[in-house]
């Protein structure tokens, strides 16, 4: 039966701890310390590995520590390999790996940097706990019985990473690419913006009623976990504007309310995340 707990870090960073029979796998560890903390309090489980989407610090720097500690693997993009700290297994886009008695797939959301990569599990969660950083951990029902998507920062609730590396056009195909995954899959990024990135929704597309009902309804989600994170992929599609901006129809409205021919997606998309920096 495996499970995802989610693990809060830093300021608003998560980190996912994925367990299956006893084996583990951490994604996106930015320190290791709280994820060194929360295998001792489950006895019999062994850390594998570690899964990395990308190099930024607050999601690498707490690899060679795990490693010290630990001696698991460090799992990272074979195109990204000199970023990643510590790395034993550079796997390709496009592959199946393994990791800790659980199959994924590799996808290639480059955007936000040129190395991003997604990691998309076969296997459902029986268990996922939702854990934010002024709250409890809590058990979340409503996502269980779902495949995962570890998304790194190509993709937030709501919305998407900056382009620090990336064109407008890699933005483009990196959320065609997630667009196209299972819809019931969770969607397990690494930050809590869901408020700031719905406030940003609501505002380019103000007569949405699935982005405003889920503004609105923000507080009550997060309850006692304080976490809005995971959700999951068909929730993204009905209120992300940047995979609604794919839909020709949500696609002339986005591009109206920033002032862009909707004939062009790549600039659409480019325009949406430039008004987005600037919100």
Known sequence: MPELLQIPVWR?????????????????????????????TLPGVALEAVVNTHHHPDHVGGNLKLVEATGCAVVGAAHDRERIPGITRAVDIGARIEVAGLAMDVLDVRAHTRGHVAYRTEATFDRVIRHGHDGVATRAQRLEDRPALFVGDSLFLGGCGRLFEGSAADLHASMQVLSEQRPESLVCCAHEYTASNLRFAADVLPSHPSIRARLDGLERERGASRSSVPDTLERELETNPFLLALDPEHRGSIAASLDVPPGDIVAVVGALRSAKDRF
């Open 12 to 40: 608003d960073n998560y980190v996912y701890l994925a367990i299956h029979e006893g084996r583990a796998f951490v994604v996106d560890p930015s320190d290791a310390e709280p994820v060194l903390a929360a295998l001792q």
